[in-house]
């Protein structure tokens, strides 16, 4: 799929009305993990099921089209805490030693395990080590595509901030269902060698 036509479809996802209800519960899904990930010693603890929750949420809406349960955010707390507080640590502790080395390579690691979540949302029995094996291998020649797509939205973050940053609160539901969805075209792709 191309880029446009992940995007295309995210918009689809959403309901293509940005005062739509897919498009506010999407805005109070974003918002909730952003508090509860800004409270410091609470962060540490939710960070991992709350993320997983914000990508099986966005994925299981991408794929059924229907309107997205607030509820759903919190499956990792129900379905495998320890698994998901792992994928999130380890995801943050190898992408910051591989920082360590420059800032690039952090970069690079960081798209290389950003299917993490995606991956144990389809496979809830994968452990953190398998999610963040699997993220590696589907990612291989995919990562700059990643990138170029996460690129194409900065001129609407700049449009969003114009108005003390709330607007930037419609662009973060437009990534995270590109994002859902390019992990969707991963799933078809052919292997990169």
Not at 68 to 87: P, V
Not at 105 to 127: N, Q, R
Not at 151 to 174: A, D, N, R
Request: glycine share 8%.
């Amino acid at each position: 799929m191309s880029r446009a036509e992940i995007k295309a479809r995210a918009k689809a996802q959403l309901g293509r009305n940005l005062f739509g209800g897919t498009w506010l519960i999407a805005i109070v899904v974003l918002l909730i993990q952003s508090v509860l990930s800004s409270i410091p010693l609470v962060s540490i603890i939710v960070a991992g099921p709350i993320t997983f929750g914000v990508a099986a949420l966005f994925l299981k809406q991408a794929r059924d089209g229907k309107t997205m349960e607030i509820g759903e955010l919190f499956r990792g707390f129900q379905e495998d805490f320890g698994g998901t507080f792992l994928l999130w640590l380890f995801t943050t502790i190898f992408t910051a030693l591989w920082s360590l080395l420059f800032v690039i390579p952090g970069i690079v690691k960081s798209y290389a395990y950003s299917m993490g979540y995606y991956l144990k949302a389809d496979h809830p029995e994968y452990t953190w080590q398998q999610c963040l094996s699997e993220s590696q291998r589907i990612m291989k020649g995919h990562k700059m595509d990643l990138f170029i797509q996460d690129l194409s939205f900065i001129g609407w973050m700049i449009v969003g901030s114009f108005c003390c940053g709330i607007g930037t609160l419609w662009v973060m539901p437009y990534m995270m269902a590109a994002r859902a969805q390019f992990y969707e075209s991963l799933r078809y792709a052919p292997a990169a060698v």
